[in-house]
């Protein structure tokens, strides 16, 4: 099932994480393979206080959709796990800066394997902490909750690390795509593409409405 992968923004991401899993298929069919992401959350319990899903159900989205496969991995030294990410379907692995004893090696494992390679930023975590790694960059992922859980509400604050990367890159020519997520809907949405944001992952305001074809247009059209 190839496909051509959008890589120009504005991109949203849905996020599987407020699907209905006994649904999968249908909801991963949301996604047009020609326009957005599949976003998905893997979370270990230990990165971060929730426990959600690993390789074998990347395996099953690769099976069910050609769609580009955005993996975000809250789970503590990545580095183990990202071969089998890889081999699962993962198209993109982003991994935390928070949560890799060594950041370096972690990255040239993502890039070695062939998926493209992202980093994550919690809230509390500079830009700075990323700074040595950007111009290696496929993704710059700002995080705009604490990572964790569905559900919760936009920090505009994190603007500010936004406006921040898109500067960085003006000034040493790179090419990260910057995305957000937590707290994603058309208002906030609009607030992020404003500020610089290029791939806009959401979950409740998509699955978690009542009809998530109408809703996931409705995000398209905001971040126009
Ligand atoms: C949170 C996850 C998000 C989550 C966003 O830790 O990384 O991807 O699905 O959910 P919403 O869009 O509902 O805030
Ligand atoms: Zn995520």
């Known amino acids: 099932m190839e496909t051509s992968h959008p890589l120009t923004p504005p991109i949203v991401a849905p996020s599987i994480l407020s699907a209905d899993f006994s649904r999968f298929a249908a909801e991963l069919a949301v996604a047009d393979p020609e326009r957005e992401w599949v976003h998905c959350d893997v979370m270990d319990y230990h990165f971060v206080p929730n426990l959600t899903f690993g390789p074998i159900v990347v395996r099953a989205a690769r099976k069910l959709t050609s769609a580009f496969l955005d993996v975000h991995l809250m789970i503590e030294e990545p580095l183990r796990s990202v071969a089998e990410f890889r081999a699962a379907g993962a198209d993109e ?29 919690k809230p509390g975590t500079p830009l700075a902490a990323a700074e040595p790694y950007l111009a290696d960059l496929d993704l710059l992922l700002v995080m705009t909750v604490e990572p964790g859980f569905g559900g919760q509400v936009f920090m505009t604050e994190q603007m500010a690390k936004v406006e921040a990367a898109v500067e960085w890159r003006a000034r040493r020519g790179a090419h990260f795509l910057i995305e957000v997520d937590g ?39 905001a971040v126009r």
């Open 183 to 221: 707290g994603i809907a058309p208002d906030t949405a609009r607030i992020a593409r404003a500020a610089g944001a290029e791939v806009f992952v959401a979950g409740h305001a998509i699955y978690r409405q009542s009809n998530p074809e109408i809703a996931l247009a409705t995000l398209r059209q």
């Open 93 to 121: 692995i982003t991994v935390h800066v928070e949560a890799c004893a060594d950041v370096a090696a972690t990255l040239a494992a993502v890039r070695a394997g062939g998926a493209r390679v992202g980093l994550a930023l």
